[in-house]
């Protein structure tokens, strides 16, 4: 039943894509938007989605995605920044509606050792879905990146890293923060 619907899916928003009748002056304005949205359909039609980690250096980036995929395939280390580029790998499923999940690493937004142009950041923003990770309370620079990726329309899951730092108080404490902070009018996951 769910390939049935994905394929469907696929075919109603391509046939939908085919039939829009842009100017030029509309394609030039929403080229990137148009280049996404591309991207995303044939993501779909591949039965693949991308998964993006994003957020400030020295959070576990790297560590998060090696924990699901249960093995060590993004660089970590003691030092902040040892991931200077994107760098991705799929995460193949058996028998499920996905053929594969893209997981997609990235530098720190933070990092002062590199000087990043947002546009290194476009697979990352390109993603379905974006991992912000976060090893603590949320600081003015997260949570306006967090409502910069929102405002695009973007879908945002927190990950509270590092999370044995803290006792059980401590750790609610923290995620009572952390929801203080965060749009009200929208459920974003923190996990």
């Known amino acids: 039943m769910k390939q049935i619907n994905l394929k469907k899916n696929y075919l109603i928003l391509k046939n939908w894509w085919e039939s829009l009748n842009l100017t030029n002056y509309e394609k030039n304005i929403l080229n990137k938007e148009i280049i996404s949205f591309n991207q995303q359909l044939f993501r779909l039609r591949e039965k693949k989605i991308r998964i993006g980690i ?3 250096s020295g959070v576990g980036k790297s560590f ?3 924990l699901l995929l249960d093995k060590k395939v993004f660089e970590t280390d003691i030092i902040n920044g040892s991931t200077t580029k994107i760098n991705g ?3 193949v499923l058996q028998n499920q509606s996905l053929r594969t999940i893209e997981l997609l690493d990235s530098p720190g937004f933070d990092n002062c ?3 990043f142009k947002e546009e290194m950041y476009s697979p990352i923003f390109n ?3 974006i991992l912000f990770a976060i090893a603590g309370d949320l600081n003015r620079n997260e949570v306006s990146k967090i409502n910069d990726l929102i ?3 973007k879908k945002v899951i927190i990950v509270l890293n590092k ?3 803290w006792n059980k108080h401590e750790l609610n404490d923290i995620l009572k923060n952390i929801k203080l902070k965060l749009p009200k009018n929208l459920k974003i996951p923190v996990i």
């Open 89 to 91: 790998q799929e995460w």
């Open 113 to 115: 050792n590199f000087t």
């Open 151 to 153: 405002k695009d329309g």
């Open 54 to 56: 994003y957020g400030k």
């Open 64 to 66: 998060i995605l090696n």
């Open 127 to 129: 993603s379905e879905i």
């Open 163 to 165: 999370i044995d730092f």
